[in-house]
């Protein structure tokens, strides 16, 4: 959110992402394609355009497996953004989000990129 951080109130530099429940467990690591461990968001930080800083995440594992799952719970399922130990409760940064209360510009964005090819018979 724009003025919910500055040079003395800073944001964390790295901010996990992980698979969660509708109750808002932290589940694991959200992998990336061709990475091992967990992503942390690559930080694009802008003082001076604060609505122009991201954390990028590479999803494509998890909506490929959402969209193909079939389960009674799968609609359970989704994403959340947490702060990795130990700077979860050693580090004083936190990050401010808009909900969906705020303006469109404001509010966090999920882009999905895709191709769809069909066999032609």
């Known amino acids: ?4 951080f500055t040079t003395q109130w800073r944001i ?3 901010l996990g992402i992980y698979t969660t429940d509708q109750n808002n467990e932290l ?3 959200v992998p990336a394609i061709g990475l091992s461990g967990a992503q942390t968001g690559n930080l694009t930080l802008n003082y001076f355009a604060p609505l122009t800083t991201t954390y990028t995440y590479d999803v494509t594992a998890f909506v490929k497996t959402q969209i193909t ?3 009674a719970n799968a609609s359970d399922q989704g994403l959340i953004l947490s702060i990795p ?3 979860n409760e050693t580090d004083f940064r936190r990050l ?3 909900d969906q209360t705020y303006p ?3 509010r966090v964005l999920l882009n999905v990129y895709y191709i769809s ?3 032609h018979q």
Do not use: R
Request: proline content about 24%.
């Open 69 to 71: 799952n079939n389960a």
């Open 96 to 98: 401010v989000i808009a």
């Open 117 to 119: 090819l069909f066999p």
């Open 27 to 29: 589940g694991i690591p």
């Open 1 to 4: 959110m724009p003025g919910s």
């Open 85 to 87: 130990s130990p700077a």
């Open 12 to 14: 964390p530099p790295t």
């Open 104 to 106: 469109v510009n404001q």
